[in-house]
C-alpha cells in the first residue's frame, strides 16, 4: 500500500509537470521534477524490496536481488538528499541575489539541467564502490563473509570500516548538514529580505501621504515581490519538514549505534529505514498541498472524472 501510494502521488508530479506548462517555465523547478522522478522510483522499486521482510521475516530475492536493492536503494537517497541541498541552495541564492541577477545567471535550463545530471552522475559513485568491491570485502572481513543472503541482504562493504565510514559522511551528514546550513541561512536572509521590503514600502507610503491624505493605496508589485520570496520559502518549508520527519531519526540512530555499538537493534534499523522511504511520499504531498499550480491541476483532473462518472 505504502508502495502504491508513493508511486501513484509523485507519479502525479511528474504528468503534472507535463501538463501544465506554468510549472516549466522556471527552470528550477526541474529541481522539483528530478526530486519527484526519484522518489517515484523509491515508491515503485525500493520499498517493497523492504517491506518484503516485514512481511516474511527475512529477506527472499537472494544476493543478486540484494546487488539490485543495494544499488536502486542507496542511489535514490544519495539522489534525493542532494537533490535538497540544491533546491535549498537555489532558495539562498534568490533571497541574496538582486532578483533581475538571479534569473539571469541561477535560471537558466542549460545550466539547472547539467547540475542535475551531475548529481545523477555523482550518486553513482557508491553504487560502482559497493558493487566492484562486493566480494572483495568478503575477503577482507570475517562478518561480512558470513552474510546469508538468503536471510538478509547487507552490503559486504558497510562491514569495511573506512568505506562505511566515508559513505556516511560524504552521502548522508554532508548533505543533511548542507540543507540545514542553507535552509536556516536562506531564512534569516528572507527575513532581513522582507524587512527591507517593508521599510521601503512604508517609505513609498510616507510619501504618498501628502496626495493621498493619508490612505494607503494597495501596491500590486509590492505583493507580487513578496510572493516571489514567500512561495519557494513555502516549498522549501515543506520539503525540509519531510526530511526532519523520515530522515533525521535515522540519521540520529546512526550517530547512536557510532558511539554505542551494543545499542544495534535490526528491527528499529528497518523501521528507520521505512520511515526514511516514506520521505518520498511526504515530499509528493507536501509539494502538492504548498504549491498552487499542482493543486489546480488535481482539481480540474479530479472535476474531470467525476464529470465522467
Sequence with gaps: MLSAITSLANLGTIVAFVKVKSLREKPSNLLILSLAVVDFFQGLIVIPYNMSNFVFGRWIFGEVGCKLYVAMGYQTVVIGLYTLCL????????????????????????????????CWVVSFLPVCIDLVFWD??????????RINFDYECLAPTRWIPEISSAFLLMFLFTPVFLV???????????????????R?????????NSTE???????????????RYLKPAMTLGALVAAMCISILPYVSYVVVIYLCPTCLNPQLVYCFVILGYCNALFDAVLYGITESKLRRFYASCLKRLTNRW
Design 180 to 198: 540545514a546550513v542553507f535552509s536556516l541561512t536562506f531564512l534569516y536572509a528572507l527575513h532581513l529580505r522582507l524587512k527591507k521590503m517593508r
Design 213 to 227: 491624505q493619508g490612505r494607503r493605496i494597495p501596491n500590486d508589485q509590492e505583493e507580487q515581490s513578496k510572493n
Design 200 to 208: 521601503v514600502g512604508i517609505e513609498d507610503v510616507n510619501l504618498s
Design 136 to 145: 572483495k570485502a568478503k575477503s577482507l572481513s570475517d562478518v561480512a563473509a
Design 87 to 118: 533546491i535549498s541552495l537555489d532558495r539562498l541564492l534568490l533571497v541574496k541575489l538582486p532578483y533581475p541577477t538571479y534569473m539571469k545567471h541561477v535560471q537558466r535550463k542549460p545550466r539547472i539541467l547539467l547540475v542535475i545530471i551531475a
